[in-house]
């Protein structure tokens, strides 16, 4: 069994749980085999999946006033294969010792980089093999390419049906495309019982100086004068960046003046009044399945949740490098999986706002059943996607790639005899398999 090295980069909870959630697909012998690296604190992110003993909490790696020259020093000082290298900078030496010398003394037999040009080429200088995850976006820059071709193999956390048509060839083919990795709750959640955990976090809000201002008790709220039961939108952001999705709430608010408005996660205090429950929550799973609409940024692990969900999706991307959320906010639309914001607009200008009439739109019928078409309305295309893509929540692609790392004793052995068969990509001293 080969021992496994896992670096996260500290930027957002992601690759952390993204970390974990790898893990956690493995046996339980198989996961002590495991080391995380990340410079993320404790409070940021705990794992559930691995022993806070197979982390290595790294030295952070922010720029210092020592420094002999800083992260970004321009034309003629900095190197075209890197996108950040300070000079001089104790805190990166000793992460980079940090990391060399676990590995060296753990005796981990391959990285995998959760990202990192910087600690992927310290691997690849130091003959370390590693695999590079690949995050949606356009990353067609000098250093991604490089990174892209030392490592042994690619790994795209996300289908292949949402990659990029301006993706390289030979980026795809050395690939692999692990799907959408999420932890199942295995608690069912019933509309009732989704209903309980509302007015909970209704009282929760009544008792907060920054409640919206006419929030009244949750049976009110959710049916209007005539007895009818009034749509809930779950507006759900992450920690990574929430700016773009809460600068939609005035305007939210403006298009469904009668909807409750339910916000999870962190939010601008000045736009708190624009929604109706403010809250964070450990499971966004009973919001995702029972909520009417469901507005989000294109975080992975926020996309991986609702994925296989039909409630109506309407994404908002947040502004990330190499275009990263808007890639997949593209995608998400391109494969009739999601409403852009404008899309959703329009549709609720002509329709008044019908949940019923907006799954139709996005999934070509109803919103418990199988999805379809976005452009259905224009294309009056109803062709289902196959039952098996619907249900396949199970993480096949990603557990086979993380079992097969217990089925070989070797990285060797592992690389020509598991790998290589499944790239489209191979190199040039072409090994007989």
């Given at each position: 069994?080969?021992?496994?090295?896992?670096?996260?980069?500290?930027?957002?909870?992601?690759?952390?749980?993204?970390?974990?959630?790898?893990?956690?697909?493995?046996?339980?012998?198989?996961?002590?085999?495991?080391?995380?690296?990340?410079?993320?604190?404790?409070?940021?992110?705990?794992?559930?999946?691995?022993?806070?003993?197979?982390?290595?909490?790294?030295?952070?790696?922010?720029?210092?006033?020592?420094?002999?020259?800083?992260?970004?020093?321009?034309?003629?000082?900095?190197?075209?294969?890197?996108?950040?290298?300070?000079?001089?900078?104790?805190?990166?030496?000793?992460?980079?010792?940090?990391?060399?010398?676990?590995?060296?003394?753990?005796?981990?037999?391959?990285?995998?980089?959760?990202?990192?040009?910087?600690?992927?080429?310290?691997?690849?200088?130091?003959?370390?093999?590693?695999?590079?995850?690949r995050l949606p976006?356009?990353?067609?820059?000098?250093?991604?390419?490089?990174?892209?071709?030392?490592?042994?193999?690619l790994l795209a956390?996300?289908?292949?049906?949402?990659?990029?048509?301006?993706?390289?060839?030979?980026?795809?083919?050395?690939?692999?495309?692990?799907?959408?990795?999420?932890?199942?709750?295995?608690?069912?959640?019933?509309?009732?019982?989704?209903?309980?955990?509302?007015?909970?976090?209704?009282?929760?809000?009544?008792?907060?100086?920054?409640?919206?201002?006419?929030?009244?008790?949750?049976?009110?709220?959710?049916?209007?004068?005539?007895?009818?039961?009034?749509?809930?939108?779950?507006?759900?952001?992450?920690?990574?960046?929430?700016?773009?999705?809460?600068?939609?709430?005035?305007?939210?608010?403006?298009?469904?003046?009668?909807?409750?408005?339910?916000?999870?996660?962190?939010?601008?205090?000045?736009?708190?009044?624009?929604?109706?429950?403010?809250?964070?929550?450990?499971?966004?799973?009973?919001?995702?399945?029972?909520?009417?609409?469901?507005?989000?940024?294109?975080?992975?692990?926020?996309?991986?949740?609702?994925?296989?969900?039909?409630?109506?999706?309407?994404?908002?991307?947040?502004?990330?490098?190499?275009?990263?959320?808007?890639?997949?906010?593209?995608?998400?639309?391109?494969?009739?999986?999601?409403?852009?914001?404008?899309?959703?607009?329009t549709l609720m200008?002509?329709?008044?706002?019908?949940?019923?009439?907006?799954?139709?739109?996005?999934?070509?019928?109803?919103?418990?059943?199988?999805?379809?078409?976005?452009?259905?309305?224009?294309?009056?295309?109803?062709?289902?996607?196959?039952?098996?893509?619907?249900?396949?929540?199970?993480?096949?692609?990603?557990?086979?790639?993380?079992?097969?790392?217990?089925?070989?004793?070797?990285?060797?052995?592992?690389?020509?005899?598991?790998?290589?068969?499944?790239?489209?990509?191979?190199?040039?001293?072409?090994?007989?398999?």
């Amino acid at each position: 069994m080969m021992r496994i090295g896992y670096y996260a980069h500290h930027h957002g909870s992601g690759h952390c749980r993204q970390a974990d959630k790898l893990a956690a697909l493995l046996p339980n012998d198989a996961r002590a085999q495991l080391t995380v690296f990340t410079s993320l604190d404790i409070n940021s992110y705990r794992f559930t999946a691995i022993d806070e003993q197979q982390i290595v909490r790294l030295n952070a790696e922010d720029e210092r006033p020592d420094d002999i020259l800083a992260g970004r020093a321009g034309q003629y000082w900095q190197p075209a294969s890197l996108h950040y290298s300070p000079v001089g900078n104790s805190d990166i030496q000793k992460r980079s010792h940090q990391i060399l010398d676990t590995i060296f003394l753990g005796n981990i037999d391959l990285m995998i980089i959760d990202v990192s040009v910087e600690v992927a080429m310290l691997c690849r200088a130091a003959s370390i093999p590693y695999l590079y995850v690949r995050l949606p976006g356009i990353r067609d820059d000098a250093p991604h390419l490089g990174v892209f071709a030392g490592a042994l193999a690619l790994l795209a956390p996300y289908p292949k049906a949402l990659e990029s048509a301006q993706t390289s060839e030979w980026v795809c083919g050395k690939t692999l495309y692990l799907d959408f990795i999420y932890s199942q709750k295995t608690e069912s959640y019933t509309y009732e019982s989704f209903i309980d955990i509302l007015a909970k976090l209704s009282v929760d809000n009544e008792n907060s100086d920054l409640k919206s201002t006419n929030l009244p008790a949750i049976e009110t709220q959710l049916t209007d004068k005539s007895g009818a039961t009034i749509p809930i939108i779950t507006v759900i952001k992450g920690y990574g960046g929430h700016k773009a999705i809460d600068e939609k709430l005035p305007e939210l608010r403006s298009l469904l003046p009668d909807t409750l408005i339910v916000s999870l996660g962190p939010i601008d205090d000045e736009k708190r009044c624009y929604v109706d429950i403010s809250a964070e929550v450990d499971d966004v799973t009973p919001f995702i399945c029972h909520s009417d609409y469901l507005m989000m940024a294109c975080g992975l692990n926020a996309v991986a949740q609702a994925y296989h969900y039909d409630t109506p999706l309407i994404v908002v991307p947040d502004d990330r490098p190499h275009n990263e959320q808007a890639v997949m906010a593209e995608a998400l639309v391109t494969q009739n999986k999601a409403l852009n914001w404008q899309q959703f607009k329009t549709l609720m200008s002509v329709n008044d706002g019908q949940p019923e009439f907006i799954a139709q739109i996005i999934h070509g019928q109803s919103k418990q059943h199988p999805t379809t078409s976005v452009d259905s309305i224009e294309k009056n295309n109803s062709e289902e996607d196959s039952i098996e893509e619907i249900n396949a929540v199970t993480p096949i692609a990603a557990q086979a790639f993380m079992h097969s790392i217990t089925d070989y004793p070797t990285t060797k052995l592992w690389f020509e005899k598991w790998l290589l068969p499944r790239l489209n990509l191979a190199p040039e001293s072409t090994i007989e398999f």
